[in-house]
């Protein structure tokens, strides 16, 4: 035993010498405090955490029984031995009762006393190492609370035992929904991936995870994971990579869909520069022409999605710079129908109208952006059209502003599509069933613009009957006769 330290109280100077010598024969490493009365021991257990505190029962002014209610009030896990005069029994039973941990009578017999004061130590001690574990244990469990990541134990029965609150933010799932429900039933899927999860035997300084998808509520989760065994099941440590899985997946898709958008055009041109370049066969001035013709519009194509992942990007980057200036709508709106209708091509049996109710006085904005957004719109609607549609592109005023409106005879968009078509990326028909291609940018450029203009862009649609895209801009009318500088400011 080392490091003890106990007090020793009596009144009587002769046993407060004579005990702590044969204490000391008996103990090695004890230290003993002595004290005359119990106002004295009281101060000392204020300032001193015993191992055990040894008492006389009877002292003048304050017993060794009152000594012993108030040290469990100063020291409530010191144990305290009470000495009794020999025969003293209702005493000792009193003492007993109040909590004394032993009693030894006079005359004392010295083995007893110690092996009762070693036992009286040795209790203090364990007492003192569940305290300590205890503290650790709390520490623990609030480091469990606070952490980032989500911790789940699940037992032997695959019950879930603990669900901290990070596991509550990332899944939405409360504890009370969890707790002491089978891990099966609380996150659906969990049977089909847990077979890839690794679980390791102790805890490692990297461990593997495995990144799968879960079922939480209805949506889709994907979270990292992995699991340390330990005696009564597994503790599982995930984190949430659902964002930047979609961010992985809008990247693949982007290569993808950009790497063949580029490759459409360029095996043309390629194909026509060959051609051109033959000296084998004579092609007539028509023809030549033709297949120039061509080249300049893949050209132009090719031109056209490298602007749309330019200016997605500017976009993202909080980077677009938007003009004041004065825009003179029906001019603007002409311009791209016949810009449209003059790169028809192949498709020059779709009708392009314009249709304006009232004509509509010139309005502060930017054109270029504004037209960007129609041409778009009017761009989908031609290439989602049948052949021989009508397309018509009217505008009105609307709530302060304009409101532009794009229609067609095509093919419509399935209700659940509706709202993802402006997704970045995104296209219903990836792998061109339909055989009509696309970045998937378009869409979501006309609403990015029209937002950072203050508008909104929105669709009503009927499969198999056609769409209609509607922008509405607060554009305000230009004042008569004042000239709108050209101001720009970041979007
Ligand atoms: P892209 O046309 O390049 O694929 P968009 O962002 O312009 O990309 O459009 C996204 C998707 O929305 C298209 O793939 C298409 O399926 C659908 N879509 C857009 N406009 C129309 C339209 N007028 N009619 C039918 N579908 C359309």
Redesign the pocket.
Known sequence: MTDVRILLVDDDPALLEALPAALRLRMEHIQIDTAESAFEALDRLRETDYDAVVSDIKMPGKDGLELLMEAKQVRPGTPVLLITGHGEHDLAVQALRGGAYDFVQKPIDRDYFVASLERAIQMRRLDRQVIAQQALLEQHARLLEHMDNGVMLVDANHDVLYWNPAAHAITGLAPVDVLGRPVGKVLAGWDGIIGEVPVSSEPSSSPRDATVPLDVGGRELWISLSGVEFDGGVVYAFRNLTEERALDELKSEFVA?VSH?LRTPLSAIYGCAQTLRRSDIDLDEATSQRLLEVVAHECERLSRIVG?ILLANQLDAGRLRLVQEEIEVDVLVAEVVEEMRASLGNRESIKLEVSMAEPVSPVVGDADKLRQILL??V???V???PDGGRVVVRVEPRDGGLRFA?S?E????AHN?QQ????K??????NLT?G???????????RELARRMGGRVS?S?REGE??T?VVDLPLVPALAGERASAVSRTA
């Open positions: 869909t958008e749309d778009n719109l761009d989908n609607a290439k989602y059209s794009v067609d095509g093919l419509g968009i599509e993802r078509i402006f997704g990326f995104y296209r219903v028909d990836p339909r009509v291609g696309g970045t998937g940018l378009g869409l979501y450029i006309c669709v649609s056609g769409s895209f």
